[in-house]
């Protein structure tokens, strides 16, 4: 094994860490100057979106699995499709 291709690696090496650490300095400040910005922002999330939110939320509690629920909502959606016609 030859002792001098081992320590020029290392070098190198080091040198390649000096580039990441400066590189993650720089992301420091960028994230900083966003999280200013940030505090200005607003999201709004729609009515449709709110509703389907509790929906998913239903599905997933297995709300639509108890059979009063199931016979209601297929008479709804027998009542929409006879309407539609």
Avoid: H
């Avoid at 400066?22 to 910005?37: E, M, T, V």
């Avoid at 639509?64 to 027998?78: G, K, Q």
Wanted: glycine residues 6%; aromatic residues 2%.
């Amino acid at each position: 094994m030859d002792i001098g291709s081992v320590k020029s690696q290392g070098m190198s090496a080091s040198k390649d860490t000096s580039k990441i650490d400066n590189k993650s300095n720089s992301s420091k400040d960028i994230a900083g100057k966003s999280k200013s910005s940030a505090t200005q922002d607003k999201l709004s999330i729609s009515s449709e979106g709110q509703q389907l939110s509790r929906i998913l939320s239903r599905i997933s509690s297995g709300f639509y699995d108890n059979p009063e629920v199931l016979t209601a909502t297929a008479e709804r959606i027998a009542q929409e499709l006879d309407s539609a016609k």
